[in-house]
């Protein structure tokens, strides 16, 4: 599940890095004759790109501490829309958009988190065989 999602997460961090327009467009942001709005989807998804490829790449030990990054990102991320949001800067429109993207990740990464956290706890509690 957690490979599905980091998968689709470097596929479409790879298309906004590639055509940032058509991503924005994608994700309801009407500005896109700025250059500094397609440098920071161009940022967006250099630093999606970059999370995803350390997860998937990730020894098994550091699987659970890359996923507790990616959560802080999109924790982040959730903030950032809000300010945005309260700034005028975004409409309801624009901030469920981004919000939607931003928990179609969180979620199975939290589940991910969850359900290593209590496989690695029932580890820590099964009896040595000795």
Known sequence: MICLAVVSRVTL???GYGAPAFMLDIFNLA???SPGTVYF???WAGRDIVLGLFLIT???S????ALLLCVCVECFDLVSIGLAFAGSVFTVDNALSQSSTVFAALVPELI???LIARRRGAAAL?????
Do not use: K, T
């Open 13 to 15: 961090s790879v298309g």
């Open 31 to 33: 500005d896109q004759s």
């Open 41 to 43: 989807a161009r940022l």
């Open 58 to 60: 990730a020894r098994r």
């Open 62 to 65: 550091y699987v659970l501490p």
């Open 112 to 114: 991910a988190v969850v």
């Open 126 to 130: 099964a009896p040595v065989a000795g």
